[in-house]
Every structure is written in structure tokens, then in C-alpha cells.
């Protein structure tokens, strides 16, 4: 007797809030992989506890099918190609989809922490000091500058013009600001659109 397949699980509602963009194949752009995996970076960079963090969160979220857990979340940021052990294997936009909504759902937790080492950088710019006069912005600087260059294959192009500290430091600088837009009630939807920027067709 044939065996009935077992049922394919629906999507968890909180995906739909998530329009799927028009794209030639239902994969996650080359750039919208990029943008994802260092959010993600960032955001171990703020919390020491940021690799749990995301599991947790994707468990809590009931998207535990799209992540599926510690191995399958490293091979899916393993897509970005700026990885030291990058991924040949496609991102799909359901992953895609459940990693904006962890990363927004985690950025709401540190809103506060992401505001204070914002305005810190603004105190510091204003007065023309060093990031070392701001023991938290600094702390959370050198270890992203630490997971970025443990991480990336220094021989890629996209990586190579984050070559010094001065620009590491820029781009961590960026993906606080972008952590902080998307802690807001419509942000997944604002990260997911400004992933898909000039790739939809």
C-alpha cells in the first residue's frame, strides 16, 4: 500500500505580513543575503548571547521550520558570499522572511542599549573624540570588527574595502541605525522592502 507523505505545515501567519517580492526565482538576492547575515553580526556584536538569541526567538515565533536550528542557521547566513565558508545552497524567501522578523524581534529588545550607543556617537562626533571615550560603543566596535574578520574571506572584493578599522567601524556604526529603524511596529516590513531595492522587477 502506498504511504501517505506526511503534511506540509502551513507558513506561520507572521510570514504573511511580509510581501513576497516579484522576483525572477524564489530565492533571496545576492545583496538582501549580505544585508541580513551582517544584521545578524551586529546584533552578536551587542549581545553576547545573540547566537542562542535567535534560536530562542525563532522557536518562540513558531519558525522553527524555516530555521531550523544551530547548523541550518549557519548555513543559512553561510549564503552571504562574503563568508570565509560560503554557501553555494540558495536562500529562500520564507528563510529570508523568518530571519528580518528575528532580527527586528531582537533589535525591539535592545532598543534601548542601540539608542544609548547611538547618541554616544553623536556625543563623541560632536566633540571630536575617540570611540574609546565611550566604554560600551567602544566594547561593542571591537567585537564586531573581531566577528567580521574571524567570519569573512578576506580575499573577497566586498570584503577588502572593509579592510581597516576606521571603515569596520563605519559599517558597525550603519547597522545600528538600521537596527533602530527596524525596532519600530512596521520595521520588518521597512527591512524587508529595503532589502528588494532596485531587484524587483
Not at 553576547?48 to 522557536?59: I, K, N, P, V
Not at 566577528?147 to 578599522?165: C, E, K, L, Q, W
Request: one cysteine or more; proline letters at 6%; charged letters at 25%.
Amino acid at each position: 500500500m502506498p504511504v501517505d507523505s506526511p503534511p506540509v505545515s502551513p507558513s506561520p501567519l507572521i510570514l504573511e505580513s511580509l510581501p513576497t517580492p516579484d522576483l525572477p526565482a524564489d530565492e533571496c538576492p545576492r545583496r538582501a543575503r549580505m544585508q541580513i547575515d551582517l544584521m545578524l553580526l551586529a546584533i552578536e556584536a551587542l549581545d553576547l548571547g545573540g547566537g542562542e538569541a535567535m534560536l530562542s526567538t525563532a522557536r518562540e515565533l513558531a519558525l522553527d521550520q524555516q530555521v531550523k536550528g544551530r547548523v541550518h542557521l549557519w548555513l543559512l547566513r553561510s549564503t552571504n558570499p562574503m563568508r570565509r565558508y560560503s554557501q553555494r545552497r540558495p536562500m529562500d524567501l520564507e528563510e529570508a522572511k523568518a530571519l528580518v522578523i528575528i532580527i527586528c524581534n531582537l533589535s525591539r529588545r535592545l532598543t534601548v542599549l542601540v539608542r544609548q550607543l547611538l547618541l554616544g556617537h553623536q556625543q563623541l562626533v560632536g566633540k571630536q573624540l575617540s570611540y574609546d571615550h565611550h566604554f560600551r560603543l567602544a566594547d561593542y566596535l571591537t567585537r564586531f570588527r573581531s566577528h567580521f574578520r574571524a567570519r569573512m574571506n578576506p580575499r573577497r572584493s566586498g570584503v577588502i574595502a572593509y579592510s581597516t578599522d576606521e571603515k569596520l567601524d563605519e559599517l558597525a556604526i550603519q547597522l545600528l541605525e538600521k537596527l533602530l529603524l527596524c525596532s519600530g511596529v512596521l520595521g520588518a516590513q521597512r527591512l524587508w522592502t529595503s532589502l528588494f531595492d532596485g531587484e524587483v522587477v
